[in-house]
């Protein structure tokens, strides 16, 4: 049974950095595309950033881009995201999935198993 588990959010004030985690169990990692969704309060869940398994293809959404950086480490079958300089608008919780669209505009959604449970990211102003 995949596991899919988020760590690393905080509290970090606009500006500063913060280094979400994410730890994939259970499941083969090497040759999953995989990304990161968040959800503001009162919002609908969006697409942050998405990286092929080979890491050839990156994207990531505009209001993130040249400030967000994906990567993964598939000896220890983890991806993070590092935020850089974020906005209080960044506030929110930042989920995990296997396979996602590798692009903001896709319709596709991942199955409930291939998500995590997320991780709360707040950037004070």
């Known amino acids: 049974q995949v596991q899919v588990a988020e760590s690393g959010g905080g509290l970090v004030q606009a500006g500063g950095s913060l280094r979400l985690s994410c730890e994939v169990s259970g499941r083969t990692f090497n040759r999953d595309d995989m990304g990161w969704y968040r959800q503001a309060p009162g919002k609908k869940r969006e697409f942050v950033a998405a990286m092929s398994w080979s890491g050839s293809i990156i994207n990531y959404h505009g209001n993130v881009e040249g400030r967000f950086t994906i990567s993964r480490d598939n000896a220890k079958n983890t991806v993070y995201l590092q935020m850089n300089h974020p906005e209080p608008q960044a506030t929110a919780i930042y989920l995990c999935?296997?396979?996602?669209?590798?692009?903001?505009?896709?319709?596709?959604?991942?199955?409930?198993?291939?998500w995590g449970q997320g991780t709360t990211g707040t950037v004070s102003s």
């Open positions: 999935v296997m396979d996602p669209p590798l692009t903001a505009h896709s319709p596709y959604i991942p199955s409930d198993e291939l």
